[in-house]
């Protein structure tokens, strides 16, 4: 459960290894929270990072607060939020997506983004146009623009055809 100040910023894995070590799959490009001494939170119970380094893919962590492999098994599976950083106001949030009008460069309203997809070459916006469900990749959103997000897709890519 996020709290509307608190950002999702990944899932703890299994435990690794016996001192506190977890692998966390963090759901941004922020690598920066998991530096040490950054603040996470797994619920309302604060945890800092003392320790990571990347691998498979993933990041190992290791927290002040878990001493020992039992205590890192217990976390296995939880969702870790963390405070907004300051100063990324131009960042945009999955929870600010999901739900946004997504409008052309002209204003025309096109549908609402109902979900985002991660792709590795860029976060897809499942957008709902005309009844059905168009990707659009976020490469294309140029602005925020009266509560909603303008995208600037190239030609052909929002024709749905005859269906």
Known sequence: MT???????????RAHGLHGEV??????????????????????????????RPHQGRWLVRFAE???????EALRGELVTADPIEGADDVLWVHELVGARVLDPAGTDLGPIVAVEANPASDLLVVEIAGREVLVPSVFVVE?????IVIDPPEGLLDLGAG
């Not at 709290?3 to 894995?13: F, K, M, N, Q, Y």
């Not at 878990?66 to 890192?72: I, K, P, S």
């Open 3 to 13: 709290t509307p100040d608190r950002l999702e910023v990944g899932r703890i894995g």
């Open 23 to 52: 692998a966390f799959t963090l759901t941004s490009d922020v690598t920066e929270r998991v530096a040490r001494g950054s603040i996470l939170h797994v619920g309302d119970r604060p945890l800092t990072v003392v320790a990571s």
């Open 66 to 72: 878990v001493t020992d492999r039992t205590a890192a």
């Open 144 to 148: 925020r623009r009266d509560g909603g």
